[in-house]
């Protein structure tokens, strides 16, 4: 008797504020983890810590704020956040501004803003508004259009170029006509299609400098002091980790300035080094665990557009930690996705939270729409 | 909008779809993640010895090497910023096994103080493992040699050797050289947006004022790399590789540093400037701006004391007089004001004037004095108005003429406008017009503003290098050259390739013979027994012509007299002249403001006469002593 009224108290409480107590807490955790993994990256910098603290305090009131607003508001403004997410992505190549070479902001006299940002929460509200608009499993023609919903933003991020944010908002609107029921068989066309797109892509749409890092990524030990230092360097930090680490703050890749990147993209190489495989799978049972949870409550959710977007948002997170990892041990390019909640830096952080913030709220939201 | 449903829609069976779905995904997520976990299995578990050693191998880094920063000459090849090998004594605090130990001994050795080392131990915290912290920076040579005999015995104790500027002319040269200075957080960030974070990763200095900053793209040079062997501690134990780095571009201003000498000289300790430009390139042979300050204080970092002295002067050293400062341009523009009169047919050269002393418009109780209580009599044509400076020809001439058309004018010789001179530190001044005057103050542009205007008075202010300018384009018949104080590249073996002159929108010329009358107005201005720098410019061996200004700071009432020694010192007259010689064949133009002083034709003419003399005992010896070679002119 006890043990169910606390448990329905639990749960009122965290239903008054819209919180998923249990991903709230795989989130925090690992925010703890990355800001210990980033004291010993960066050297030891305090100022390092406190700024990552500013920023994972903002991201997580963002998160929170968003967790307020019913799904259905969101489903509302789907198609605004979309359109205005493009023509601010044209605007961007027309009148960016070039920082590292690429164009990815926008300057709006008053803020600067990337909007390719929020064109990867923007991308699958879109798609999960339109496909879920029709009954399920969509037909051809729905599919055609979603795809084409996500090809055109993604085109216009790979032409910036920034290759990483428009793999993720590809595999954002692609995981939510999945999710909707796409057959099999036009999977596998898809697919097909894909590969064939590829040799276009590396023509006409891939920088110099991206093609490099695919070629040197190929074969790292051609360049090994060159663009193949990054790979080779970080392939040595994570071996010799071993199984048990070096020690937290004990990594000489790291320590020795080895490494590059060490705070940012390539934090999971500080990781494994410091930590080794023991620390690398309590590390992933982590992730694990919040794309599990994040998983159950899209199937939970009360209608198709919500259990799209959930599940969208939670596979997306997922690519992140699957691409980034990837990269740092060798067996993806080098793209510049950062290991999410754990690498340094704000941009990413902030879209990441606001998704699991509506995540949460569509995992809390009342049945009143049920049925 | 509400949906259209083809069929009635099956809620289960399409969250059976999706939970369906979400199954698969999740496997596809845990194939993926053993996929990562059997990838990181082979390389920390299998091939875990195999990178071990590597990485206790891992000796090769590569490092950034600075560029060494190009050199600053003057136009004869006289070096004015060099760069000189500085010392510091650093520590690797994890390489040595006894820190206060060590500490100490090097504190007997080296006569290092208590507060050094307490400075050094602040430093110790949040300072990465394994990077050197200086202990003491800029060691003398004798502490160089103390330490380098005994180093031996110091395992993490080094001394490093860095290039750092020096400025042999110290304040002679501060407002147009400029400095370099430590790169601090907020050029950190220039040089990101620049996109230029990898050429200046070795770099510790960055130009902050004057030349130093403005070419700094040419002064800085390319990045170079270094490949080296580390051990295990990371301390570099031999070199395997150098791309070396390329040096900035030493690069020679239009500067002659004699000429800059004799223009600090000449002023003395008043406050002014002092601007000399070859007059048909607009190149920048001397500017000075007294009082300057020593350069090399900024260069390792200034003390805040000195700091706020040079904040807080009333003399204000910061400021290039030269390019930021505002003054009334006064009677020097009377020339331009005189040509516009005659452009524009409101005059001719016959028209003349009866000079009371006093100037009335109708209707106004207003009455505008000449500084010539009695005024000049009878017969003041363009000419006698510029030769004497008749103020109230001026008057007359302004209110004919109205401000509109003498802004436009003006502003066609580039007042109120930045001449684009090769230094961030410019002013662009004011020079008004109605629309100004309705932003500014709200109000109306009233007669009596044109009238002040008219004698470069009221709301009207140039610099001295806007002065300078106006004045090249009026003695070369309307072209105008940007002033400019970079000259060229110091190539190997002594050659200078030449940075190409800039010019911007000449003046169109209506009637040549105009032009000629305001030149020949500017030579009687020196030449005639009755100019206003005659007495300056009394028997100098060359021929030149100007015009001398008195600016007023503070306006005299009505019916009071100026009394120099009842105003305020600070709001006493400036002393001004603008001219150019030799007039035939105008090689030298000279601008100089004295701040609160007195009559122009009293301090500045003089002043401007020593320049003139200076120039042409230095490049036309001949004209002082027949045998002498030439040296051929600054052109």
Same mark, same amino acid.
């Given at each position: 008797m006890k043990r169910s009224t606390l448990r329905e108290n639990h749960l009122s409480i965290s239903h008054r504020f819209h919180v998923d107590l249990p991903l709230l807490i795989g989130l925090l955790v690992l925010m703890a983890v990355g800001l210990v993994t980033i004291y010993s990256a960066g050297g030891q910098d305090i100022g390092l810590i406190e700024r990552q603290i500013v920023r994972l305090g903002i991201a997580l009131g963002v998160m929170l704020a968003l967790a307020q607003v019913p799904p259905m508001a969101f489903r509302r403004l789907s198609i605004y956040a979309y359109g205005a997410g493009v023509l601010m992505l044209v605007a961007v190549l027309v009148f960016g501004d070039i920082g590292k070479g690429a164009q990815r902001w926008l300057d709006l006299g008053f803020v600067r803003f990337q909007p390719s940002e929020a064109m990867k929460l923007a991308v699958p509200m879109m798609v999960a508004w339109y496909i879920s608009k029709?009954?399920?499993?969509?037909r051809l023609p729905h599919i055609i259009i979603g795809f084409t919903l996500v090809v055109v933003p993604t085109i216009l991020i790979a032409k910036q170029p920034d290759l990483g944010t428009s793999l993720l908002i590809a595999s954002s609107g692609v995981f939510a006509i999945f999710l909707a029921g796409m057959s099999w068989r036009l999977i596998m066309l898809v697919a097909g299609l894909v590969g064939a797109f590829l040799p276009v892509m590396w023509i006409f749409l891939m920088q110099d400098y991206q093609k490099q890092r695919v070629l040197t990524f190929m074969?790292?030990?051609?360049d090994p002091l060159g663009s193949g230092y990054h790979i080779i360097q970080s392939k040595i930090a994570i071996g010799s980790? +071993? =199984?048990?680490?070096?020690?937290w703050l004990q990594g000489t890749q790291s320590q020795l300035e080895f490494l590059p990147e060490r705070h940012t993209d390539f934090i999971f190489a500080v990781f494994s080094e410091e930590f080794g495989l023991i620390g690398v799978l309590a590390l992933l049972a982590i992730y694990l665990f919040i794309i599990i949870r994040g998983l159950m409550l899209a199937v939970r959710a009360q209608n198709a557009y919500s259990k799209l977007l959930a599940g969208s948002i939670t596979l997306t997170f997922f690519v992140y930690v699957f691409v980034n990892m990837g990269m740092v041990s060798g067996i993806?390019?080098?793209? +510049?996705?950062? =290991?999410?909640?754990?690498?340094? +830096? +704000?941009t990413s952080m902030v879209t990441l939270l606001a998704g699991f913030g509506m995540l949460m709220g569509i995992g809390t939201q009342k049945k009143l729409l049920s049925r | 909008m509400p949906i259209k449903r083809q069929t009635i829609r099956d809620h289960s069976a399409e969250a059976n779809l999706f939970a369906r779905r979400a199954v698969i995904a999740a496997l596809v997520v845990f194939a993926l993640l053993a996929l990562v976990v059997s990838n990181l299995y082979v390389l920390q578990v299998e091939h875990y010895e195999d990178y071990q050693t590597r990485s206790n191998g891992n000796r090769i880094k590569v490092l950034p090497v600075a560029p060494n920063r190009g050199l600053i000459y003057d136009r004869? *090849?006289?070096?004015?910023a060099e760069n000189r090998p500085v010392y510091s004594l650093e520590i690797i605090p994890e390489q040595v096994s006894n820190l206060d130990e060590t500490l100490q001994v090097l504190q007997a050795l080296m006569g290092i103080t208590d507060e050094e080392i307490a400075d050094f131990k602040k430093s110790l915290r949040g300072q990465r493992r394994f990077k050197p912290v200086a202990?003491? %920076?800029?060691?003398s040579e004798e502490e160089v040699a103390r330490f380098a005999s005994r180093s031996?015995? !110091? %395992?993490g104790v080094s001394v490093e050797a860095r290039l750092t500027r020096y400025y042999p002319f110290k304040d002679t040269l501060t407002h147009v050289v400029g400095y370099v200075s430590k790169i601090n957080k907020k050029d950190l960030q220039k040089i990101q947006e620049a996109g230029e974070e990898d050429n200046y990763a070795a770099t510790y200095d960055i130009g902050k004022l004057g030349i130093e900053k403005y070419h700094e793209d040419i002064l800085h040079g390319k990045v170079g790399f270094q490949q080296v062997e580390v051990n295990s501690q990371g301390r @570099?134990?031999? %070199?395997?590789d150098v791309q070396p780095p390329t040096p900035g571009r030493d690069i020679v201003l239009n500067l002659d540093i004699r000429l800059q000498q004799a223009a600090q000289q000449a002023l003395k300790d008043m406050r002014g400037t002092i601007v000399i430009s070859s007059t048909k390139t607009g190149g920048i042979l001397a500017m000075y701006s007294n009082p300057g300050y020593d350069?090399?204080? !900024?260069?390792h970092g200034i003390s805040s004391k000195n700091y706020s002295a040079l904040l807080n002067s009333?003399?204000?050293?910061? @400021?290039?007089r030269a390019t930021q400062g505002q003054y009334p341009p006064a009677s020097t523009v009377k020339p331009l004001l005189g040509l516009l009169g005659l452009e524009s047919k409101? @005059? #001719?050269?016959e028209y003349s004037i009866n000079d009371t002393g006093r100037f009335r418009l109708p209707n106004v109780t207003h009455v505008w004095r000449d500084w010539?209580?009695? *005024?000049? $009599?009878? *017969?003041?044509?363009i000419t006698k108005a510029i030769e004497l400076s008749c103020d109230t020809y001026y008057y007359g001439l302004a209110y004919e003429m109205g401000i509109d058309a003498i802004s436009d004018y003006m502003s066609d010789f *580039? !007042? $109120?406008? /930045?001449? $684009? @001179? #090769?230094? /961030?530190?410019e002013s662009d001044a004011n020079l008004p017009n109605r629309g100004w005057k309705k932003a500014r103050f709200n109000q109306p542009w009233y007669i009596g503003d044109t009238i002040a205007v008219g004698i470069g008075q009221g709301y009207w202010t140039s610099t001295p290098v806007q002065l300078i300018h106006a004045t090249n384009a009026l003695v070369n018949n309307g072209t105008r050259f940007v002033p400019q104080i970079l000259r060229g590249y110091h190539e190997l073996g002594g050659d200078t390739t030449l940075e190409p002159l800039k010019t911007l929108r000449p003046i169109e010329i209506v009637d040549q013979n105009n032009w000629n009358i305001i030149h020949d107005a500017m030579f009687k201005t020196v030449n005639? #027994?009755? $100019? %206003?720098?005659r007495f300056a410019f009394a028997n100098t061996p060359y021929q030149s012509a100007g015009k001398t200004g008195t600016a007023q700071l503070f306006s005299v009432a009505q019916d009071a007299e100026y009394v120099a020694e009842e105003v305020d010192e600070r709001l006493r007259d400036n002393a001004m002249y603008v001219g150019y010689a030799? /007039? #035939?064949?105008?090689e030298i133009t000279v601008v100089v403001v004295v701040e609160n002083v007195g009559g122009g034709s009293k301090y500045a003419a003089p002043m401007a006469r020593k320049m003139m003399d200076a120039y042409f005992e230095l490049y036309r010896p001949e004209m002082f002593a027949s045998t002498n070679d030439t040296q051929g002119a600054a052109e």
């Open positions: 029709f009954n399920l499993p969509p074969n790292p030990e051609t980790g +071993g =199984l048990e680490g070096k020690g993806l390019p080098v793209v +510049g996705v950062p =290991l999410p909640l754990v690498s340094y +830096g +704000g | 004869n *090849g006289v070096l004015l202990l003491r %920076t800029r060691l031996h015995r !110091f %395992t @570099i134990i031999r %070199t395997l350069p090399n204080l !900024f260069v009333p003399d204000r050293p910061l @400021i290039n409101k @005059i #001719d050269e010539k209580k009695w *005024g000049h $009599g009878k *017969g003041v044509n *580039g !007042f $109120g406008d /930045y001449t $684009g @001179i #090769d230094l /961030y530190e005639s #027994d009755i $100019g %206003t720098a030799p /007039y #035939d064949n105008p």
